[in-house]
Structure formats: C-alpha cells, structure tokens
C-alpha cells in the first residue's frame, strides 16, 4: 500500500506563502517523493486566508500562545487549531508529516513568540497545528524541512516513517502474533536508537493477553519516541558485531578481521556505517540467515535514498 506523508504546501513549490512564494524542499520533491504519496496542506489557506496575505505572528497573552495577525488585531488560533479536527479523513492516512519551519502554523519547534508588552521574542513556541497534529496523532513521525538537510535528522526521519506505515499495516484488530513479528523485526534498529525502551517494550507486550486499543496506542507511541532518539556509534558498532556473531562459522580467520576492523572503523568514525553493512549485507547473502533476513536494521527503506551515506 501507498505510504502517504503530509507536507505543507510550499515545500513542494505551491506559492501559498504569506508573500506569495514557496519553500521548495529539493529532497522531498525529487527524492522522497519517489516512494511515498505527498499529500499537500496549508493550514493558514486552509482557514480562507488570502495568498498573498497579512503575516500572523505568536503571541504570549498571559501565558497562552496565540496566533494573531498583527496588521488587523484578528485572532487565529483556534481556526488552526480546528482546521487540523477538519483534517482528520486526511491525517489519518498519514505515516509521517513534513512541515515549514519557522511557521506560526505548521513550525515544528524554536518559532518565535512574541511579548506584545515589550515586542520582544523568544524563538520558544510550535506553531498552532503543529500542536494540535501533535495531540490528535502523538506517534506520527514529524520533521522540518531545515532540519531534513542534516544528514542524521533526515535519515531518522524517513526510517520512522517506514516503520510506522508498516505498523499501521498489521490487520486490526490487533493480534499478538503479529506485534510480536513486528516487535522482533525492529529489535537491531531499536537496540541501536534505545537499548532500555526495546526491552521494557517487550516484556509489557509478553504480559499482555489481549491487546485493547489503549495499550496498542501506548505501544506504537514507545517505540516511536525510542527510535526518535539519536543511533550512537557505539549502539551501532554493538549491533553490527552482535551481526557478526551470525557468521562466525561460515567465514576465515581473514575474513573475521576485515570485518571487525571495518566495524572497528566505523566506531573510530574512519568508516561510514553503509560500509560495514555492505560487507554484511554479501555475507548475508552467501550465508543466508531466516532471523537476519527480517531485520529492518539491515534494510529499513529504499537504498536509494542514500541516506546512510554519512552516517
């Protein structure tokens, strides 16, 4: 099934911006948009503002985040805040959400907040869809379009979206059987983004015997939040030479080596990860292993992306 991701509207070059303009994302126009179905919101002209139009601002009215269009006085916040409600046949489909950073509306985080007393700012606000995106779906997987030209940031990205559209592929209602096949599948990539959050995952999941609505969303949100931590060179370097365990019959005494300074080489930073993976990957391949064949780990979204590139 089609993977659909929502991105605010000028990040694929609509000119909806309160100028007139757009914020074109090269990556997610020409790249990412290879393997998933961008589906195109803009909040701001989805509540009936004009294009171009007044720029709204956040302001802090007693402790309370506002969106309000300085020029005329008007109060938007609660349209936005709506239009995400409005949204919802839309944001449901979704496995991931691209948006605008800097945004009143859809800026993820750092937004500027305004002191209407002083007009001084703070950059210490998220942009009022962004907020209520983020109570109506907690496990979505979000992410800036700044923050998509760092190489970590954008490779952890797109592997959460990966992961979850496969999550919202299980049949409901939900079986165990298939949580547990989907849990074991992640256990590499969880061990390298969140050693503790995989385990204490795992036994909740083998305790339960029937699993109702309320633990599955507690679920899904764990694991997001898990592999939204950052992959250490050190969790990584575990992972690939627990992997490395899996040969250890099948290859030489030279081979072991190169392998273990390839893996050495990358926790020294000498090597990116891509190059012991590949070497593991024709391992794989020569010696074929059910187990590590269902690993996301080695595999977690298309190799076209290149997003292990610099890692």
Known sequence: ?????????????????????????AFCADELIRHVEFVKLCPEVGIGMSVPRPTIRLENHAG????????????VT????????????HLRQLSGYVLCAKSPSCGMERVKLYNPATGHAKKEAQGIFVRRLRELHPALPLEEDGRLNDAPLRENFVMRVFVYHSWKQLPRPLKKADVLAFHTELKLLLLAHNQAQYRALGRQLADQQQLDEGFAKQYIEGIMAALGQPATRANHTNVLQHIQGYFGNHLNKDQKAELSTLIMDYHDGVQPLLAPLTLLRHYLREFPNDYLQGQRYLNPYPADLKLRYAL
Not at 1 to 24: N, Q, Y
Not at 64 to 75: C, H, L, N, W, Y
Not at 78 to 89: I, T, V, W
């Open 78 to 89: 609660e349209q936005l805040s709506q239009f995400a409600d409005k949204a919802q046949p």
């Open 1 to 25: 099934m089609t993977i659909k991701v929502g991105i605010s509207a000028c990040l694929l070059g609509d000119e909806v911006r309160f100028d007139g303009g757009h914020k074109r994302s």
């Open 64 to 75: 309370e985040v506002r969106a309000v269009v300085p020029k005329t006085g008007a109060d």
